[in-house]
């Protein structure tokens, strides 16, 4: 976070006036205080421009409780019915896909639906006839719009391909109002053309044939698997960024590194801030500051191309973009 903000200070022109405010939420403020984001933090985020999220999470904290009390629940709350997650084959990285064609392709996961929405239960809990469910929900409403969203984007950029990903031939009642959802959009983009996949089979190209894909559009579970995949072959985990949009601008969007908190290195001054400074290009971009977004991008780039196997402190590597982006 400290390296992201490092960047984005550098980074904008002198006369626009960047006013922050940092929220302690997190871990330790949950051990602190047993809080996750109280009513009165979430109403005073609801006032920001834009949210930059740094990565949460920590084993000494039971699984789910900061996920749900506090991730989630400001997608829910600020209605982040778009999480863009974009990947591109940055050079001189650690993958098994270096040296091919160029990836770059962006996925519009939906953010506020799927099995994402606590919609489910148990019955005879820890027994040995146990059932859980898990309900995955998708409305017309919710669908549509990010359906829209993911044509208006695939509209915008050179390649004009939209895939839709699913998994229809098993998830059938879900699997038609996507698919249905989308021919029935498509009919609208004759420009922009477009392509199926089952969620399987779209693992399968990710590693084999990622230069196939321009926009990808799928649900909240299938986006969030596909993204970590995404992230691995195109550069490593360290490398993702994402924003959880509104595009309607009814609240605040929120940017925030795809990985997680590494908590096994945390305070060592080992971690890649790359993730967190590219989030902070996608906060800049959403709020219309799209020379310094693209300056970020390309920083990263030629601060990647360069690198010569040195390992660097996280510190080092804010300080290097930020140089780049002032210069
Ligand atoms: C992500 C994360 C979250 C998700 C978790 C932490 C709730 O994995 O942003 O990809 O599943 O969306
Ligand atoms: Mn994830």
């Given amino acids: 976070m400290a390296q992201g903000l490092k960047v984005l200070n550098a ?18 403020r949950w051990h602190r205080t047993g809080d996750t984001l109280p009513d009165a933090e979430l109403e005073a985020l609801r006032n920001h421009d834009a949210i930059l999220l740094g990565a949460i999470g920590d084993p000494s904290v039971p699984s789910g409780v900061l996920e749900r009390g506090l991730l989630l629940k400001l997608r829910f709350a600020f209605d982040h019915f778009i999480n863009l997650r974009p990947s591109k084959l940055f050079p001189n990285t650690a993958t098994p896909l270096a040296g091919r064609p160029d990836i770059d392709f962006v996925v519009v996961r939906e953010g506020t639906e799927g099995p994402y929405t606590g919609n489910g239960g148990s019955l005879r809990t820890g027994t040995p006839a146990e059932v859980a469910t898990e309900v995955s929900v998708n409305t017309a409403y919710g669908v549509e719009r990010v359906v829209r969203d993911a044509f208006e984007r695939a509209a915008a950029r050179p390649r004009k391909k939209l895939t839709l990903v699913h998994k229809n031939n098993v998830l059938v009642y879900a699997g038609h109002l996507w698919k249905n959802t989308f021919d029935r959009v498509a009919a609208e983009y004759p420009q922009v053309s477009t392509d199926y996949l089952h969620v399987d089979a779209a693992t399968i190209f990710f590693v084999t044939q990622p230069e196939r894909f321009d926009v990808i559009v799928t649900d909240n579970l299938f986006g969030d698997i596909l993204t970590d995949l995404a992230a691995a072959v195109t550069g490593g985990i360290g490398l993702a960024a994402s924003g959880n949009i509104n595009p309607t601008g009814a609240f605040p969007s929120m940017f925030e590194p795809v990985h997680g908190s590494a908590p096994d290195i945390a305070g060592q001054g080992k971690a890649d801030p790359t993730a967190t400074i590219l989030s902070v290009a996608l906060l800049l971009r959403h709020l219309g500051y799209d020379t310094e977004a693209a300056r970020i991008e390309d920083a990263v780039s030629a601060d990647l191309a360069e690198r010569d196997g040195v390992t660097r402190t996280t510190d080092e590597i804010g300080d290097a973009l930020a140089v780049r982006v002032a210069s």
């Fill in 11 to 28: 980074v904008l022109p002198q006369d626009v006036k960047l006013e922050t405010k940092e929220y302690d939420l997190g871990a330790q």
